[in-house]
């Protein structure tokens, strides 16, 4: 069950046996590692609850409780009982074949008493080991029967997974199909076995008794069950999602005034979303804590949470609204589910669904008078082929919503549900009709080959087909792999590609692309495409033609300049400017008023860079014109206004893209360099505004980031 906690250890032969393989193909310890690395990845991606632990044997050191300086040798506890981390694969990645060899039946005593007596004592719902060997470590079986009582007493089960298929009587449950095997899920069922393994040489006698060990524990009674590589790699190959204990919402189906059904609501379907990992820290243990400081005025001076209070804009003022006025005025509705109406259920088609889920509302378990009275309500709208329309408030503190109940389609006495659009979320558009004229319908055969072609893309027509609920989502897939990526390989650039498993589940098969290029084949001698010659003079189309000859309707609407604008001033001015008999200085002094105007309406410096691109066009279109005069009176009343207005963060900006004076260098009939130099003497250390204009900047970079 998702709800349910496990106690996972992962017990690993790393003896010398384990590093040898034939050439050109991975040691057993190589796959085992890969195998080890899914498994953890897939609980880290899917937030498992469960805790892994992971023990080696067969290496050099011994470090586990159980060592009496005889006993447990070569056996390290390489990680305690914790949530799956990245570090744990970092571990995992600089592990090499010893040179030693453990006794397997000991590894295994140290696992289950890491799970049973572990660091951090828990209650779990199950305990479970994961043992990877080829079974060539030697072992002593006399105190097998002690051993095999201790696991059935502490519930622990057994799993082994090998580079061969163990033969263990009876039979094992088919591996891994759904459920937690081997310490997880998946959600692919009824997926294609295997190939089968490729002829190697028989099994060793170790080999062989280490079966008979494994089926000597099974015969006991204890859970054992085995798998190959080959059954394992495929599933853990795709990353798990979040498993969601599944909680029933009750509630009272309102049916008129007298008329009340007690309901559950069952969530579904849902769209599955990426995990969230911003509070979760790559390695370690814990959440990562965010702190917010809040600074305020030229000294920066620290506020605290309780100073701070919401405001909106209401032109050019900040409006406060406090805590205690958003309760007062906060909509408080009712928990209910409350039938409003009913209709057909030809009103409520696939485009009206709006939300991201289907819910089902079923009787309450045990409530006979209850569910006889659903079923009589379900039979009803089934009858009468309609749905009701209920209004839906998951609390008092909740949004109402609109939701349509519509009755089972397997004729079970149960509803589904889905939400509807309120009249202000419609949006409705109008298309022209489609061409109707006889000359474009289609033929008789030409629709023959669109039925051609859609029976020939059937998936369901070929024998290993696998539903699309059977398939994981390659979005997701991707997502997690890339951040996977990121995490373990951190020089590594670029988004990997798909996993080349999941990426063969989207592969067109071979007897799909025949039929499907056989009926493109008829679509294209059916539907013939003609070159049609381009239209020129009377009747052609306005693209036809390169440059028409006759007006465009945009032409009389085009509106005339007559002054400097607030919308595109720079673009007014050089317009106004260019106007043959124009008064250059009148013009300049158009742009300054709209300068001036636009700064005094600026909401903290929302306009600065437009007031900026006016300023720098006015300075190259005096200079051009040999009249720096006019502009340096200009800029020098901008320095003033700012200044005696509090706008010295606009005069900042002004001195960061050096608009001061026109000097000598820049034309003849500008000012001396020592006057320019002067004139931001007093602004080149740091011109800093004050503090009711950093305030008014402040307000507004937060108040932007609270409607964000």
């Known amino acids: 069950m998702p709800g349910d906690k496990e106690a996972l250890c992962i017990c690993l032969d790393v003896g010398n046996h384990m590093g040898s393989s034939p050439p050109g193909s991975e040691t057993p310890l190589e796959t085992s590692l890969i195998c080890i690395s899914m498994l953890i990845r897939r609980k880290i991606f899917a937030e498992s609850k469960d805790d892994v632990a992971v023990v080696i044997f067969g290496c050099e050191e ?24 990245f570090d744990m694969l970092e571990k995992m990645r600089d592990l090499k074949a010893g040179n030693s060899n453990a006794d397997m039946l000991d590894a295994l005593v140290v696992s289950m008493d890491l799970l049973v007596n572990g660091k951090y004592k828990q209650s779990y719902d199950t305990r479970r080991i994961i043992l990877f060997t080829n079974l060539s470590t030697p072992f002593c079986a006399d105190n097998l029967n002690v051993i095999s009582q201790g696991f059935l007493k502490e519930s622990v089960e057994l799993d082994v997974i090998s580079p061969f298929d163990i033969e263990l009587l009876p039979a094992p449950d088919p591996p891994i199909s759904g459920g937690r095997e081997c310490g997880c899920s998946t959600s692919i069922a009824n997926s294609s076995p295997p ?29 054992v069950s085995s798998y190959s590589y080959l059954d394992v790699i495929p599933t853990l190959s795709f990353y798990q999602n979040k498993a969601v204990k599944q909680t029933a919402w009750k509630v009272t189906l309102e049916i008129g005034p007298r008329i009340g059904i007690p309901v559950c609501r069952y969530l579904k379907t849902k769209e599955a979303k990426p995990t969230s990992f911003k509070k979760q820290p790559a390695s370690g243990s814990g959440d990562v804590i965010y702190n917010r400081t809040y600074l305020s005025g030229d000294n920066e001076e620290e506020l605290e949470r309780d100073e701070l209070v919401k405001g909106y804009r209401y032109g050019n003022t900040l409006v406060p609204f406090s805590e205690e006025d958003e309760l007062s005025m906060a909509y408080r509705g009712e928990k209910c589910y409350r039938v409003l109406g009913f209709t057909g259920a030809s009103n409520v088609g696939r485009h009206r669904w709006v939300g991201d889920s289907v819910c089902v509302v079923a009787a309450v378990p045990g409530d006979r008078a209850g569910g006889a009275a659903l079923a009589a309500f379900v039979a009803a709208l089934r009858e009468v082929d309609g749905v009701a ?5 998951y609390s008092a503190a909740s949004a109402p919503r609109l939701v349509a109940l519509a009755p089972a389609v397997d004729g079970a006495a149960y509803c589904t549900a889905v939400q509807l ?30 039925d051609s072609l859609i029976d020939s893309m059937d998936l369901s027509a070929v024998g290993d087909w696998q539903p699309p609920s059977a398939v994981p989502n390659p979005k997701l897939q ?24 999941l990426s063969s589940y989207f592969d067109v098969p071979r007897e799909i692309q025949v ?42 609407t085009k509106s005339k300049v007559s002054v400097v604008g607030s919308v595109n001033p720079v673009s007014d001015f050089r317009t106004l400017s260019r106007l043959p008999g124009c008064r250059f200085v009148a013009v300049v002094d158009e742009l300054y008023d709209m300068l001036i105007k636009l700064l005094a309406d600026s909401f903290g410096d929302q306009s600065f860079g437009k007031c900026i ?31 005696s207005q509090g706008k010295t963060g606009f005069w900042a900006e002004v001195v960061a893209n050096q608009l001061g004076l026109v000097t000598h260098s ?7 360099e020592s006057e320019a130099v002067a004139f931001f003497d007093d602004d080149k250390a740091a011109v800093k505004s004050d503090g009711v204009d950093e305030l008014m900047d402040e307000s507004a970079d937060d108040l932007l980031a609270m409607m964000e």
């Not at 329309?389 to 408030?393: A, L, P, T, W």
């Not at 005096?622 to 200044?643: E, F, H, M, P």
């Open 62 to 85: 011994t470090v586990n409780s159980l060592f009496d300086g005889e006993s447990y040798t070569h056996i390290r506890v390489l990680q305690e009982l914790s949530a799956p981390k």
């Open 389 to 393: 329309i209920v209004r839906y408030c």
């Open 666 to 672: 820049d034309a003849a009939d500008g000012v001396s």
């Open 195 to 223: 190939p089968p393994p490729p002829e190697g040489k028989p099994k060793t006698d170790q080999q062989l008794k280490g079966e008979t060990l494994l089926r000597d524990l099974r015969t006991s009674g204890l859970p």
């Open 478 to 501: 991707q997502i997690y792999q890339t951040m996977e990526q990121k995490v373990m390989d951190t020089e590594r650039e670029g988004v990997p590609e798909l996993d080349r498993l």
């Open 421 to 450: 659009p309120f009249l202000e979320d419609l949006r409705p558009l109008q298309f022209p009709s489609l061409d109707s004229r006889s000359s474009q319908q289609p033929t008789a055969e030409q629709l023959s080959c669109i």
């Open 515 to 556: 039929k499907f290029s056989e009926s493109l084949e008829n679509i294209r001698n059916k539907f013939v495409l003609k070159a049609v010659a381009q239209k020129t003079g009377k009747g052609a189309l306005w693209g036809d033609l390169d440059e028409p000859s006759v007006p465009t309707i945009f032409d009389g």
């Open 613 to 643: 691109d006016c300023l720098r066009a006015m300075r190259e279109d005096c200079v051009a014109r040999g009249q720096s005069d006019v502009y340096n009176g200009k800029i020098k009343l901008v320095k003033d206004w700012t200044k």
